[in-house]
């Protein structure tokens, strides 16, 4: 089992969407590993709606914890992550 493999079914495990870093994010569902790289600041997130600041070619975004998800499923963003 590669380590992309082994990462998707500990994160799917443990119920979190994919990685993010503030800055970006892999979904599980799209492929964690398309840029065949993980960060060291990568930390497990859920999938919520897309910030403004995000850019326009981000429709999915991996958010830190479940209630900056939900908010931001609401329309309610926090100021840009860092």
Known sequence: ?????YLVAKLEADGYDGLCNG???CSLDKGLCPCDAIEND???????????WAGPD????IWR???????ANR???PEEES
């Not at 990568?42 to 403004?52: F, L, N, R």
């Not at 981000?58 to 975004?61: A, E, K, L, M, V």
């Open 1 to 5: 089992m590669k380590l992309c493999e």
């Open 23 to 25: 800055a970006c994010g």
């Open 42 to 52: 990568c930390e497990p997130g859920y999938k919520g709606a897309s910030p403004p």
């Open 58 to 61: 981000c429709t999915t975004f």
């Open 65 to 71: 914890t479940k209630e900056l998800a939900a908010a």
């Open 75 to 77: 329309g309610e963003f």
